[in-house]
């Protein structure tokens, strides 16, 4: 994308154990754990303040399509393939309520989220006049719906959803509870012809995946590669919920140094996608476990243009990408929590506390 942005906050894993992104391994002090709970209610006071604004924009009949209750079943109703879906589209929206949708993404989302989001819906440009004027492929057939009443000491949570992009997030008692699942997809993957030619905009994912795997030697392919047929898509594809997958793959313990750079590189690309504070509380998570826990596994070629897979899991996340479709052009790279899409085990657990 060649995106900048602004580099992800360092937290330490010792941070809070009142925070869902948090281990409860992680040992923290007084001081910590009130500068933990800072950064989620910045997070979640902003997120808030995006919904209001965006919510009182619109007329009775916007808002009966936009607004569900928080307990709605339709919540864990997710796509990334072009379908309908509930909520309000961008194209049922006024120029103005535009702008404010679009804060609600702002909200949430890194500099470089942002831009590959952006990326990827103006994409249905592409396939518009590549399909020959297909009126499926809309660049504002992308969904926003919203559960429950925004609030910053409530639960209520958001979804902006459409072909290839699906952002899901859930908040409760002023803290964000879950990010995912998150998906985004391209196709193409790389544009080879018009105005915007070379435009790649899931690169990074792809690159730094491949930088890992070809810096393996044999005795780490040998643990590494999956066997069998190169996976047709992501393994988890959407279903409500995300299960470990095996074979897991070499534990980034065995990996060498520069190796594990690379693989944390790779994992950036997905918890990047999200503001640096929220981003920063799920590294000092995965780190909190410690390499043993972290794997990589790989499946196809890895040349440039080859059918190839991979996947990244920890005991609490599962970083999926594969890019078969269209000659290997057309990539889809998601991110789960087993425990908590939706935020599902939190949700629990706050109401069973709150009650």
């Given at each position: 994308?060649?995106?900048?942005?602004?580099?992800?906050?360092?937290?330490?894993?010792?941070?809070?154990?009142?925070?869902?992104?948090?281990?409860?391994?992680?040992?923290?002090?007084?001081?910590?754990?009130?500068?933990?709970?800072?950064?989620?209610?910045?997070a979640?006071?902003?997120?808030?303040?995006?919904?209001?604004?965006?919510l009182?924009?619109?007329?009775?009949?916007?808002?009966?399509?936009?607004?569900?209750?928080?307990?709605?079943?339709?919540?864990?109703?997710?796509?990334?393939?072009?379908?309908?879906?509930?909520?309000?589209?961008?194209?049922?929206?006024?120029?103005?309520?535009?702008?404010?949708?679009?804060?609600?993404?702002?909200?949430?989302?890194?500099?470089?989220?942002?831009?590959?989001?952006?990326?990827?819906?103006?994409?249905?440009?592409?396939?518009?006049?590549?399909?020959?004027?297909?009126?499926?492929?809309?660049?504002?057939?992308?969904?926003l719906?919203?559960?429950?009443?925004?609030?910053?000491?409530?639960?209520?949570?958001?979804?902006?959803?459409?072909?290839?992009?699906?952002?899901?997030?859930?908040?409760?008692?002023?803290?964000?509870?879950?990010?995912?699942?998150?998906?985004?997809?391209?196709?193409?993957?790389?544009?080879?012809?018009?105005p915007?030619?070379?435009?790649?905009?899931?690169?990074?994912?792809?690159?730094?995946?491949?930088?890992?795997?070809?810096?393996?030697?044999?005795?780490?392919?040998?643990?590494?590669?999956?066997?069998?047929?190169?996976?047709?898509?992501?393994?988890?594809?959407?279903?409500?919920?995300?299960?470990?997958?095996?074979?897991a793959?070499?534990?980034?313990?065995?990996?060498?140094?520069?190796?594990?750079?690379?693989?944390?590189?790779?994992?950036?690309?997905?918890?990047?996608?999200?503001?640096?504070?929220?981003?920063?509380?799920?590294r000092g998570?995965?780190?909190?476990?410690?390499?043993?826990?972290?794997?990589?596994?790989?499946?196809?070629?890895?040349?440039?243009?080859?059918?190839?897979?991979?996947?990244?899991?920890?005991?609490?996340?599962?970083?999926?990408?594969?890019?078969?479709?269209?000659?290997?052009?057309?990539?889809?790279?998601?991110?789960?929590?087993?425990?908590?899409?939706?935020?599902?085990?939190?949700?629990?657990?706050?109401?069973?506390?709150?009650?």
């Amino acid at each position: 994308m060649g995106i900048m942005r602004p580099s992800l906050l360092i937290i330490p894993a010792a941070l809070a154990a009142s925070l869902p992104f948090v281990s409860s391994r992680a040992v923290s002090t007084d001081a910590e754990s009130a500068a933990a709970v800072a950064v989620q209610a910045k997070a979640v006071a902003d997120m808030t303040q995006a919904a209001k604004i965006f919510l009182a924009s619109l007329d009775d009949g916007q808002k009966a399509e936009a607004v569900f209750r928080a307990e709605d079943d339709e919540r864990k109703n997710w796509h990334f393939v072009p379908l309908d879906r509930k909520g309000i589209t961008l194209e049922k929206l006024r120029p103005e309520q535009d702008h404010l949708a679009y804060a609600m993404l702002n909200s949430v989302l890194s500099n470089e989220g942002f831009g590959k989001a952006a990326a990827i819906m103006s994409q249905e440009k592409i396939l518009f006049e590549l399909e020959n004027r297909a009126p499926h492929r809309n660049t504002e057939k992308y969904y926003l719906a919203f559960f429950g009443e925004p609030s910053e000491t409530g639960v209520w949570g958001w979804r902006w959803e459409g072909h290839h992009f699906s952002l899901n997030v859930t908040v409760a008692g002023g803290k964000v509870l879950s990010m995912t699942p998150s998906f985004m997809g391209t196709n193409p993957g790389e544009v080879r012809e018009g105005p915007r030619k070379g435009l790649r905009v899931l690169a990074e994912e792809e690159e730094h995946g491949r930088q890992l795997v070809k810096s393996l030697k044999d005795d780490q392919k040998a643990v590494a590669m999956l066997p069998g047929d190169v996976p047709a898509d992501v393994i988890s594809k959407e279903e409500r919920k995300a299960v470990p997958l095996q074979p897991a793959g070499i534990a980034a313990d065995k990996l060498e140094p520069g190796q594990r750079e690379m693989l944390w590189r790779t994992i950036e690309e997905y918890i990047g996608r999200f503001r640096p504070d929220l981003a920063g509380l799920v590294r000092g998570q995965l780190k909190a476990g410690g390499a043993g826990t972290i794997t990589f596994a790989w499946s196809g070629g890895t040349d440039v243009g080859q059918p190839h897979y991979y996947r990244i899991q920890s005991p609490e996340f599962l970083f999926e990408y594969d890019n078969t479709q269209n000659n290997a052009n057309h990539p889809h790279a998601v991110w789960r929590d087993f425990a908590n899409d939706f935020g599902e085990d939190l949700l629990k657990k706050h109401y069973s506390e709150a009650h």
